[in-house]
Each structure stands twice: as C-alpha cells, then as structure tokens.
C-alpha cells in the first residue's frame, strides 16, 4: 500500500515562485517513473514533469520555468515552480508507478490528493 500527499500550493502573483513536494510512505521501487500532473477546472489532466532514475522530462509549457529535484529523504522529486503565470493555476499531483512512459497519466497506480496552486494577474 502506498500513500502519497501533496503540499507546497498556494496562491502568489504571477511571476512569483512555489515548491511542491511529494511525501510518500509504503513501499515505492527506485526504477518508478515520479510525475507530476495538474489538473485545471472544466479541464483534462495534463502531465508537467516526471523523473525516473537521475533522467528528468518536462512539458513544453513549462520547460525552462519548473524543475524537479529529488529530496535526500523521499524518493518523490520536489518541483519547483517559477515564473508562474494565470495559465499554471490547476490542482497539482503528484503520481508514481512502473510505466513503460512517465508522461502516461491513465496507466499511474499511485496517485496523491493534489495540492492547490492559484495564480493571479
């Protein structure tokens, strides 16, 4: 069993910055493909990021702005997110699973709550 919760949302201006991050407890495997999604309302999920191994992949409408970073202490990468703009707003989740692609968001089997993310003209 595994379990994972999302924190780090909030609401800034745009242009300003917030770090999500990822804890999770049961057992993940290190060869997992870790993404991050978000999920806007009215709209389909889409995948932002994801990292497996030391390898990182990111979606063309954030590339440049989001970075993954893996914490010492969970195997879940952070994402750190700058230059935030009114499009970026969406509830941000984090997923994890062994997938032959990391950018594959039907076929994730862990999945957390989400986390907030507002941004502001």
């Known amino acids: 069993q595994v379990r994972m919760v999302e924190s780090g949302g909030g609401s800034v201006q745009a242009g300003g910055s917030l770090r999500l991050s990822c804890a999770a407890s049961?057992?993940?495997?290190?060869?997992?493909?870790m993404g991050w999604f978000r999920q806007a309302p009215g709209k389909e999920r889409e995948w932002v990021a994801s990292?497996?191994?030391?390898?990182?992949y990111y979606a063309d409408s954030v590339k440049g702005r989001f970075t993954l970073s893996r914490d010492n202490a969970n195997n879940m990468p952070s994402l750190q997110m700058n230059a935030l703009k009114p499009e970026d707003a969406a509830m941000y989740y984090c997923?994890?699973?062994?997938?032959?692609?990391?950018?594959?968001?039907?076929?994730?089997?862990?999945w957390g709550q989400g986390t907030q993310v507002t941004v502001s003209s």
């Open positions: 997923a994890a699973g062994q997938l032959v692609s990391c950018s594959d968001s039907s076929t994730y089997p862990y």
């Open positions: 049961g057992y993940i495997s290190r060869g997992s493909c």
């Open positions: 990292m497996i191994g030391s390898s990182t």
